[in-house]
C-alpha cells in the first residue's frame, strides 16, 4: 500500500476539515430551536427530529467520515466534481457550502462501486483508505483510465477490512461493497431482490445496507410505511443490531417470526408442522371460516315506534349470499349488517317515509340485526376455528375435502384436544395458521419494505404471512437453499417468491467473503448431497493453513486444548457443538479457566469464546471455530447434514474440526 507522506498529509488534512465541518454542522442543529413550532404537538414533533438531527451528526472517532475518494477523468462530464469524498453521510462547508464529503447513497457515489477499467464512468482514479481507530493511515491507488488489464487481484485494503478480528456484533461493509453487491443494494424500491448466496456471501450485509439505501432515498415514503427486517433469531438480530445505526438509521424495526406472529407455546412432530406449514392449509383454513356463515332459516323484524318492517327469509338468504367469500369474514359481518338495515330503509320509505343515513346505522346495530347476524354471520376468533378445526374430526373432513387426505387430516388432529381454544398449546406453525385466520377475517396492514433473512428455512403458510405484511410493499429476500435445515424448508426461491406474493429476480453470489478457500472446499464437500443444484461457491481468499480436521480421544478435552490454541490468536473464538453437548462442553471450558459465554436463542453472544449449539450458529461468524463432533451434528435432526455445512461455514481465520474417527463419510472426499 503506497503511502507517500505528501499525499498522506493532504488526505489527513482533508479529513480534520471535514470533521471541523461537521461540526459545525452539529452545533448548527443544536443550535436551532423547536420554539417557532405552531401547537405543543408540533413543537414536541420538532424537538424529535432536531434530536434525531444532532445525533445522527455526532462524530464517531472510531469510525472514519470517509472511506474513498475519486478523481475525474479530465475528459469526464463537467457536471461531475473533479474529486469527491465517499463517506457514510454528506458533510458541508456553511449551509450553501462546498461538499466535503459524499453520502454513499448519493446517486454519483455509486462510481465509487461501480466504476472500473472497463467502465471509468468518467473517472480517472479510485483511492480507498486505510484507517486505524479513526486515524487515516494508508490509501491505495486503483487508475480507472488505463483500460481493462485484466484486473490486479482482491484489493488490500479489502481482504485487511475482512480479516480484521472480530469482538462484537456485525460491522457494516460500507466502504468495501463489491459491485455485484451494489447492484442488489442501490436496486429501487418498487423491485423485489431475490438473492441465492452461499455463505459468507455477504446476503445479509447486502439486506441491511439496501435497506439503508432504500431509507435514504424514498425517505418520506418509507418513514411513513416502515422497513422491517425479519431474522432467524434474537441471538442474531442482536448480532446484526449495529449495522443500521452505524449507517444513520435507527427507524427500522426488527422482529424474528415468532415476534411476529406469536411465540408458540407447544410443540409437535416435525412431520405435523411440515404439514401445518403447506400453501394447501390456505384453502383448508378458508374453507373452516366460512362454514361459519350459515344459510338463513328466518326473515327479519324490526320494530321502530309503532311500525314493525319485516325481510323475508328469501331476501335475507339472497343478501347474505351475494357477501359471502367476497369479502374478508369481518367486513362481510359488517357489510351484512348494513345491507339489511338498507333494506329495512327502503321498506320505510316505500311507507312515506324519509329516514336518513343515522336511521340506517342505528337499525344495524339494533337488537334483531344482531341476533341475525350471531346465527347467520357470527362473529369467531382465529383461535376458535383453529381449535375447532384441530380436535374435530368431522368438521375438519368438512372443511379438507379435496385437499389434504385421510391419512393428513388424521394427523392433524390433536391426540388430546385442548378443551377450549383459550388452554390451547399452539405451536409455531398453528402461529402461521391462526395468522391466516386473521387475515381473512381483517386486512393485515402493511409496511413498505421488508427484509427477510434466512428465508429458505420458513414454510409456505409463514412466507404468506409475511408476505401480507409487505402486500403494498416490495422485499429484499435472502438465504441460501443449501443452509435449509427445517422440515419444511424451501427447495427453489421460484416457491418462495410465489409464497410471498412478490414478482422478483434472483441473483446468485457465490464469491465467499468471510470464510478462507481451504475451508469453503471442505464444507462444499457437503453441498451435493444438500442442494445438488447450486454451484459450488469460491472465497475471495486462499486461506493457507486455516482448516485443520483432527482426530482425538476425546471431544470434551479436544475443544479444551482446541480453544485455548485459539484465544492464543486475535479476535473471537466460536466452539460449535451439538445442542446436547453444550451445557458440558461449557461446563468443562469453566472449569479449564476459559470463561466461556454459552449462545443462547435470547442472548447477544457476547464475550471472547463462546459455547454455540449447533441450531444456533446460522448467520454468526467468528474468527476461529472449533467444531467438536461433526457425526453427532449430523445425526441429531433429519437436515443434519446441511446444519453441518452451516457450521463449517462459520470461520472467518481458522476452521478446526474435532472428530473421534467418526467423521460423516459425505466430508471425505
Ligand atoms: N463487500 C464486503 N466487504 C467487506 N466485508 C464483506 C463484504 N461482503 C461481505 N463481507 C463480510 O463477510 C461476512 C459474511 O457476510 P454475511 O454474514 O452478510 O454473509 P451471508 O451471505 O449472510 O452468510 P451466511 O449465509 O453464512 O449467513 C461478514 O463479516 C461481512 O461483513
Sequence with gaps: MPAEPSTL?????????????????????????????ADWVSKQFLESLLDQRVA?????????????????DEDGPPDLPAVMYVGRRHVHD????????????????????????SDPMGWRLRRRFGFEGGELTAFEDEPLDRGDRGGSGPSQILTREIERPRTGPMRDIVATIQPEQDVLVRADLPRTVCVQGAPGTGKTAVGLHRAAYLLFTHRERLSRSGVLIVGPNRAFLAYIAAVLPALGEVRVDQATIDDLLGAPSGEEPAAVSALKGDARMARVLRKALWAHVRKPEEGLVVTRGASRYRLADHEVRELTAALRGTTRYGSGRAALAQRLAHQILVRMEQRGEAPDDRVQDQVARSRPVKTLLDQVWPKVTPEQVLHRLLSDAGFLRAAAKGVLDEDEQAALLW?????????????AADRALLDELADLTERTASIGHLVLDEAQDLSAMQLRALGRRCGTGSATVLGDLAQGTTAWSARSWAEVLTHLGQEGEVTELTLGFRVPGTVLDYAARLLPHVAPGLERPRSLRLGAGALEVRQVPDLVAGAI???????????????????????????????????????????????RLLVIPA????????????????????????????RLYVVLTRAVTSLTVLHRGDLPAELSA
Aim: hydrophobic fraction near 45%.
Design 9 to 37: 498529509a493532504a488526505e489527513r488534512a482533508h479529513l480534520a476539515e471535514s470533521r471541523a465541518a461537521l461540526r459545525r454542522m452539529r452545533e448548527h442543529a443544536q443550535g436551532l430551536s423547536a420554539d417557532v413550532a
Design 56 to 72: 445522527a451528526l455526532a462524530d464517531h472517532p472510531d469510525t472514519p467520515l470517509f472511506f474513498g475518494r475519486m478523481d475525474r
Design 94 to 117: 456553511g449551509p450553501e457550502g462546498r461538499p466535503l464529503v459524499l453520502d454513499w447513497r448519493a446517486p454519483v457515489s455509486r462510481a465509487f462501486y461501480q466504476a472500473g477499467p
Design 415 to 427: 391426540a388430546r384436544p385442548a378443551r377450549s381454544h383459550r388452554s390451547a398449546r399452539w405451536t
Design 561 to 607: 486444548e482446541a480453544a485455548r490454541e485459539a484465544l492464543e490468536r486475535p479476535g473471537s473464538v466460536g466452539l460449535i457443538v451439538p445442542d446436547a453437548e453444550a451445557a458440558a462442553h461449557a461446563a468443562a471450558l469453566e472449569e479449564a479457566g476459559l470463561a466461556p459465554t454459552v449462545l443462547s436463542a435470547d442472548s447477544d453472544g457476547s464475550g
Design 615 to 642: 441450531t444456533l450458529a446460522k448467520g454468526l461468524e467468528y474468527d476461529h471455530v472449533v467444531v467438536a463432533g461433526p457425526a453427532a451434528i449430523a445425526a441429531a435432526e433429519p437436515r443434519g447434514l446441511a
